[in-house]
């Protein structure tokens, strides 16, 4: 598991340590505290491609298409990393734990290096340029991963005439998940879950499960849908199987964040905003799902809500098993500053019992 958390320079943290991280970590605070950009600091240092910097912009809600200028689609792109947009100063971000989930991020400037296009060069010859024709920077970012070995991996985005190219990655990371808020679970990556669960001949036992929160749902299972695998549900009452994605956004979603959790142990999954698409009575009963199953595959969950009663879900889910809680506030201070403050479950959830607001 994750045991601590350091980041510098990284949107709107200057600076935030985080010590003791618990295998719950419940994240509250305002709108605007810095959940969502907590969470973005933590996948972008688990994973190891630039792609996912695309990723969470989408998440964000701004378009991947970019266009005029270098420095404009470079600024577009990745400024906004940078703490108050200084991209002078490096970003560090940097986990500690026991396996390799212990990685660091760091992401800073490269030496600029005009390619100015030879006379005549053409095809595959051509040096890259800028949108606009003119002579582009090459490595203007520099990424550089370290894994849990000590290890680098080193990646730069390019800016072409034909489109940004981002370098590809050689390590294979399975075991990080993380949930946006603002976006659904694909198709193909609940089928590819769910498939490796039916390999481990474990499925039954999850849809039954499933099926027990949703009751009108009488099974799970995969089935072809315009030539790709895509999950589909038996329903009450309906002649044909539906996939999930058309029975409920909210089922889809929570059936991503249950499956990640079943289909890969030891594994870490970040949620944004858990209780996005969900009807209020199943936070009890999906808690206590989530719960045993995360604790069966000894995995980690940082989780952010707005919703008082999902926190007061979980602590009672959590039994007696208390101390594997935490609950996070994010608070703005003043000068833009952020400060985290950690409650741990036991004081958490004697607060929920006198009646004290826990968001």
């Known amino acids: 598991m994750i045991d601590a958390i350091r980041i510098r320079n990284f949107r709107c943290f200057a600076q935030l340590d985080i010590q003791e991280c618990c295998r719950f970590n419940i994240v509250v605070g305002d709108n605007g505290a810095g959940k969502t950009a907590l969470f973005e600091a933590l996948f972008l240092a688990l994973s190891s491609n630039i792609e996912v910097s695309v990723r ?26 940078f703490h108050r947009l200084d991209w002078n100063r490096g970003i560090a971000i940097e986990l500690r734990g026991s396996g390799p989930e212990a990685r660091s991020l760091h992401i800073s400037r490269g030496e600029g290096q005009l390619l100015i296009p030879l006379q005549g060069a053409s095809g595959d010859s051509a040096p890259p340029t800028g949108a606009g024709g003119e002579p582009s920077a090459v490595a203007p970012l520099v990424f550089v991963w370290r894994d849990a070995q000590g290890r680098e991996h080193r990646s730069s985005p390019l800016i072409t005439a034909q489109g940004i190219q981002l370098g590809a990655s050689l390590e294979d990371l399975p075991d990080f998940f993380f949930f946006g808020a603002n976006q659904g679970v694909g198709a193909a990556e609940n089928a590819a879950r769910f498939s490796e669960l039916s390999r481990n001949r474990r499925e039954r ?29 038996t329903l009450r009452d309906v002649p044909a199987k539906l996939p999930v994605n058309l029975v409920s956004g909210g089922i ?9 959790v079943a289909s890969r142990p030891r594994s870490v999954v970040i949620v944004d905003e858990m209780e996005n698409g969900l009807f209020h009575k199943h936070k009890g009963s999906l808690w206590r799902a989530i719960i045993a199953m995360a604790r069966q595959q000894d995995c980690q969950m940082f989780v952010s809500t707005h919703d008082e009663e999902w926190v007061a879900a979980l602590v009672d889910a959590a039994g007696d098993q208390i101390n594997d809680v935490a609950l996070w506030r994010l608070e703005r201070v003043e000068n833009d500053k ?9 004081i958490l959830k004697a607060g929920i019992e006198t009646g004290g607001e826990v968001r």
């Open 56 to 81: 969470l912009r989408l998440q964000r809600g701004l378009d991947v298409a970019v266009a005029g200028a270098m420095k404009a689609i470079e600024e577009a792109m990745w400024r906004d990393y």
């Open 205 to 233: 036992d999850f849809v039954k499960l499933f099926v027990r929160e949703y009751p009108w749902i009488e099974d799970l299972n995969i089935e072809v849908s315009g030539g790709l695998p895509v999950i589909h549900a």
């Open 252 to 260: 889809n979603r929570i059936l991503g964040v249950m499956l990640a």
């Open 338 to 346: 952020r400060r985290l403050r950690q409650i741990p479950g036991n």
